[in-house]
């Protein structure tokens, strides 16, 4: 694991602590401390039902916030509704003061709704949580300003609350950005590193197939080539055109390895298949049972005995894939020479023979179906 990847997770955990620390903060501010304000100052609200409904609305509002802050699911227009809601519950809340009392003993919505703010809007830009706490206090001063008491007092009270409360309530939202922002950046930045390792994982396979099919067209096609090239040998015997209809055969196996199919061992012999419908030898391929998942390589090694035998079949082949539990059986029946018995297609189960009366040959390789497969 890269340090990159443990960083983002790192962040993120961080990430999700404030969000819960936010809610659990708000959740004890909100049922906790208003509780008890508003129960001392219960004789002076009028009316009591406005009050008692404001803190309840209140309450629902933070309640539906925190589940969606901590789900992930507070998106943009449901964060500003919530805000706004609050805003106007705090208005309300606060017209139920006595007179002057919205600052000091009975009042209760401004810091709270303050807090709110920080709760829904933790995930907007800053500006958007500002505006509410200048909103919120706004309220608070119009109020003041319409029952007369605005003083020096009231005025240095107000500013001294405000610069305390606003300013934890902007600091705390401040850092709890950072740190949001931070886990963001961590997970971009480990996505990219596990995109570009799969890409580069992918590219070396490529190029690992690339080298291996290369090595092979230089083993076995190459001194064909030359070998024609330059005379040595003819093609007017039947070794030197059987050996070439076998390397035909493996090349279009070879061209056709890496489509992608929903049965790859089918389309590779498939392709086998037409290489010999060209030459004019009737195949016919079936298949029974559903193909689990192949290996290249014992895709590799089933199909080679019957590219063999179908790259030397005269007049007519049939391939056979059946599946079981246990196994893949692949087999074919052509009149192909007997001579084609002495090439071994790889280290898998193989069973051939040779009806001589008949004129057919019959090859057949199993390839186990284990859980190590």
Avoid at 259 to 268: A, C, I, S
Avoid at 300 to 312: D, F, K, M, S, Y
Wanted: aromatic content about 6%; charged content about 20%.
């Amino acid at each position: 694991m890269t340090a990159h990847v443990v960083k983002g997770m790192v962040a993120t955990r961080f990430a999700k602590a404030v969000n819960i620390g936010l809610v659990v903060i708000v959740g004890v501010w909100h049922l906790g401390l208003d509780t008890l304000l508003v129960l001392r100052g219960w004789p002076v609200y009028e009316p009591r039902a406005a009050a008692a409904g404001s803190w309840l609305a209140l309450a629902i509002i933070q309640t539906v916030g925190s589940v969606l802050l901590l789900r992930g699911a507070l998106g943009t227009r449901t964060a500003r509704m919530l805000a706004g809601a609050a805003l106007v519950t705090g208005i309300v809340a606060t017209a139920t003061y006595p007179p002057g009392g919205a600052i000091g003993d009975v009042s209760w919505a401004w810091n709270t709704v303050g807090w709110f703010g920080v709760l829904l809007l933790l995930q907007r830009p800053l500006w958007e949580l500002i505006t509410l706490l200048l909103a919120n206090t706004a309220v608070t001063v119009g109020f003041l300003a319409a029952d007369g008491a605005l003083d020096h007092v009231t005025v240095s009270r107000l500013l001294a609350a405000f610069y305390t409360t606003a300013g934890i309530q902007l600091t705390f939202a401040y850092l709890a950005r950072q740190l949001n922002d931070g886990a963001r950046e961590a997970t971009e930045i480990a996505a990219g590193q596990a995109e570009h390792l799969a890409r580069a994982t992918a590219d070396e396979t490529v190029h690992a197939e690339r080298r291996r099919r290369y090595e092979y067209l230089r083993i076995r096609v190459e001194p064909l080539l030359s070998g024609l090239a330059e005379r040595r040998l003819d093609p007017a015997d039947t070794v030197v055109r059987r050996r070439a209809a076998v390397e035909a055969a493996r090349l279009r196996r070879l061209f056709v390895e890496t489509d992608d199919t929903p049965h790859p061992l089918l389309h590779e012999l498939r392709a086998c298949a037409d290489v010999a419908e060209r030459r004019g030898v009737r195949v016919t391929l079936l298949s029974y049972g559903d193909l689990p998942d192949l290996p290249t390589s014992a895709r590799r090694e089933l199909a080679e005995g019957t590219l063999l035998v179908l790259a030397t079949a005269a007049t007519r082949a049939r391939v056979t894939v059946v599946t079981t539990p246990e196994d893949v059986v692949v087999s074919v029946v052509a009149d192909a020479p007997p001579e084609t018995l002495v090439e071994s297609p790889g280290p898998l189960t193989v069973s051939a023979m040779y009806d001589q009366e008949e004129d057919q040959l019959w090859w057949e390789t199993r390839w186990p179906v284990r859980p190590d497969h």
